[in-house]
Every structure is written in C-alpha cells, then in structure tokens.
C-alpha cells in the first residue's frame, strides 16, 4: 500500500475538532470540497466505532467507508468497502489529533491506498494527495469559522484564510 501523511493546525481544541471530523462523520461533505455529499449509512446519527457513510464525489463516484478502530478524541480509522473510483482498489485512513495549546492543535492524516494495476499509484499519488490537502484546510476553515466549504468556493476561501 502506498502510504501519503498530511498535517495541518486547526485553531481549536481537539474536542471541537473530534466533535466535527467523528461525532459528524456522516457529514463530512460541509468540509471537504472534494464532496458533494454525504450521509450516514443505516441507522447511524452520530460517528462511532463499526458506522459507516456513503460520500458522493459527484453525480457518479461514490464511496462508502466504516470506522474500524477508535481512541476516543485523540484518533481513528476508516476502511473504504465499497466505491467506483476508477484505478483505486483498497484504501483507508488514520486521523490523529494532537493538542499543541490551549485552542490550537494538529490533525494528521495517514492516508493508504492500493491501485490496480499496481504502477497507477505512481500516476496518481499528486492528485489524491491535493484532495486530503484539501479536505484538512477545509476541516479547518469549518471549524475556525463555522462556515461550509465546498467545490464552489474553495479557491476564494484557500485564498482568503490562510
């Protein structure tokens, strides 16, 4: 599996940060721009180990993923199981959150993905790389400004809120 990190300070504490990227896991579309929708798959109202989402990329792609491992408020796991994204074969995630002051702290995202054929991931790592940026900034933006972000207006946003 080819394994990507990214980091980036959220000015917030983690229990803020946890509240949004695991209590609304089934909403992640409101921060990443990457989305444009997303919704809790079954019964689920709130993130928790084994719930699993449904994330649409546009009016075709789609994936589906399930928490698979949880320490609460400090990180988790995610598998994808299902989707239709072209090339892409296994993929999961690690969020790991880490205070670094009083309301400010640091997301990491371990990111691995497995691509068939194999050689693709070599093709692809750019692109798949900018979209988990993507998805921390917007993260952050939520989060610090209580805002959605989405396809739309996320080159003003990045712009603007450095």
Partial sequence: MS???????INASKEKIWEVLFNQYGDIHI????MSASKYIGNAIKGELNVSRHVMFNDKLFLEETIVEVNQNNSFKVEAYNHNLPLLKEM??????????EEKSEIKMTSFATTSPGFMIYLMKGQLGKGLKQHLF????????GKTVDKNNYLDVYKNHK
């Fill in 92 to 101: 999961s995630a690690v969020y790991e959150l880490t205070s670094i002051g």
């Fill in 31 to 34: 921060h990443n721009p990457g």
């Fill in 3 to 9: 394994k990507s990190e990214f980091k980036e300070v």
């Fill in 138 to 145: 917007g993260l952050k933006y939520h989060i610090e400004t």
